[in-house]
Structures are given as structure tokens and as C-alpha cells.
């Protein structure tokens, strides 16, 4: 499979994020990471998922959510990395430069939130309704998202780790406030972090499903067409 990799600066809200962008060939998709807690593009555990998916043909896009000043702030007060508001605005607003990028363009686009993350890519995808077309949060925090919940009507998957006991509750919780079809799906013996033994390999199963069935490009409309 030919694979191009990139690795650049995408404006967004005023400031410059840095990012890995991959697109396979005939990719079906693009699915962006939004992070979680003090997490970067680098998170070992994301990048595992993002192979997985690449290896289902979808592109992925690894963006730091946070300038290295504000990672360096956010490492002594731990307040940026709970601003919903500003996570999420930045998940919309690589979001829209997807959208006008020529090797993403015309793909659908999937949200995939970690921790804190999760509940950015819910809101981003509650203010993008037309341009995000699933959602996977991986022992995420929907409940942060608040009010949003309720404004996010596109399929949207919560995986957790049957020990996250706390957030499982949340999840359930979040569950019945989403619109569309919704999912929560926990995987018996994982931590918060699914470093368990094949812990994170079921994440990526199934989040690979998800975005799959999701992102697969429509068959345009000459192909219905006989000779």
C-alpha cells in the first residue's frame, strides 16, 4: 500500500499546530485525533490506533492541540488541557482546513477523542455537523461536552476499560444524551489507559470497524450507470 506521509503547520484559532498527516492511496476516510490529558501527536497509544487505521485504508491526522508555550503552561497549572471550549474549537478548526486540503478533500471525515479529547471532538463535531461523519472516544469524557451531547447526531462509538469504573458510569450517562446512533462498548480488564495485554488492540478493532463502516465512500453516481 502507498502511504504519504506529511508533516506540517496547520493554522488554526490564531496559533500554529503542528501535525502528521498520513493518506494511503485510495484512502476511504480521514480520521483526526483529538488528545487527551497532557497528551501530544506522539502518544504512543494513538499512534498504534492511527497505523490500524491506515492499514484499513483510512488517512489519519495526528495534531498537537497545544503550542509547545501552551504545553509548557499546561504542564506546571494543568488548565489547558481541561479547556473544552478551546480544544474543541481547534478540533473544528483542523476540521475545516481538512476540508480544503486536496489529498483530504471529498473524504469523510471521523473524530477519534481521548480522554478530556473526547469530549472536544464531540463538541467539534456538534458545531460540524455536515463535515464530521462518526466519532470514537477511547476512555474518553463525554460528559465535559455538556450540552452538546445532545446536538450530536452523528454515530458516535465510547470505548472504555472494564476497571475504568468511574468513567464507565459517565459514559453510560453520556450515552442517553446523544441524538444519533450511539455505542458503548467496554473492554473487559482495561485500565483508563488500555495498557493491559491486548487491551489497545481491541480498541483498534473496533474502532477500525467503526470508522469503516462510516467513512467508506459512497460509489459515485456513474458507477450505478450501465454501459
Not at 480498541?203 to 467513512?215: E, S
Amino acid at each position: 500500500m502507498n502511504i504519504v506521509h506529511h508533516d506540517v503547520g496547520i493554522p488554526a484559532e490564531g496559533v500554529l499546530l503542528e501535525a502528521d498527516v498520513v493518506v494511503p492511496e485510495q484512502a476511504q476516510g480521514v480520521v483526526l485525533f483529538a488528545h487527551g490529558s497532557g497528551s501530544s501527536r506522539h502518544s504512543p497509544r494513538n499512534r498504534y490506533v492511527a497505523e490500524e487505521l491506515q492499514n484499513a485504508g483510512l488517512a489519519t491526522v495526528l495534531a498537537d492541540l497545544l503550542t509547545p508555550a501552551e504545553e509548557q503552561l499546561d504542564a506546571q497549572t494543568a488548565e489547558l488541557r481541561f479547556d473544552i471550549g478551546l480544544l474543541a474549537a481547534r478540533v473544528a478548526a483542523l476540521t475545516d482546513w481538512l476540508v480544503e486540503q486536496e489529498p483530504t478533500e471529498g473524504l469523510g471525515i471521523g473524530l477519534f477523542g481521548a480522554s478530556t479529547g473526547a469530549a472536544a471532538a464531540l463538541v467539534a463535531a456538534a458545531t460540524r455537523p455536515d463535515v464530521v461523519r462518526a466519532v470514537v472516544s477511547r476512555g474518553g469524557r463525554p460528559d465535559l461536552a455538556g450540552e452538546f451531547l445532545g446536538r450530536v447526531h452523528q454515530p458516535t462509538l465510547l470505548i472504555v476499560g472494564g476497571r475504568d469504573t468511574v468513567v464507565i458510569e459517565l459514559n453510560r450517562e453520556a450515552l442517553e444524551q446523544l441524538s444519533g446512533e450511539a455505542r458503548l462498548e467496554i473492554v473487559p480488564g482495561a485500565s483508563h489507559l488500555f495498557g493491559e495485554p491486548g487491551a489497545l488492540e481491541q480498541v483498534a478493532r473496533l474502532a477500525r470497524g467503526w470508522f469503516v463502516r462510516h467513512l467508506k465512500r459512497a460509489p459515485r453516481r456513474e458507477d450505478h450507470r450501465s454501459g
